[in-house]
């Protein structure tokens, strides 16, 4: 059984940083494509970043430069370092993992964590 849970989302104002956290559970992380989605009230669900089986990693141009992916093999967790956080940034934030492509189809998905930002 698959298991992706979320952590780390919270409020925070303009500038600020927080970090997310995506406990996997059930299978080796380092053998699945991760990425995290985001989705606010009225906007089509957004992919922020991802991360490849080689550690590779891409961005929305949203948040490049401004936040970071990356995975811990060691304790099978995916984070999201967010910096100079805007206050479009607000959203439900959500991990996924497949085995091949990190789109909306991705087979696996965690409940979301809710990030909020105020100017």
């Known amino acids: 059984q698959v298991q992706l849970v979320e952590s780390g989302g919270g409020s925070v104002q303009a500038g600020g940083s927080l970090r997310l956290s995506c406990a996997v559970f059930?299978?080796?992380?380092?053998?699945?494509?991760m990425g995290w989605f985001r989705q606010a009230p009225g906007k089509t669900r957004e992919r922020v970043a991802v991360i490849n089986t080689y550690g590779g990693t891409t961005y929305a141009d949203s948040v490049k430069g401004r936040f970071t992916i990356s995975l811990d093999n060691a304790k099978n967790t995916l984070y999201l370092q967010m910096n100079s956080l805007e206050p479009e940034d607000a959203a439900m934030y959500s991990c996924a993992a497949d085995q091949y492509y990190i789109t909306n189809q991705a087979a696996h998905w965690g409940q979301g964590t809710q990030v909020t930002v105020s100017s």
């Open positions: 059930g299978y080796t992380s380092s053998r699945y494509r």
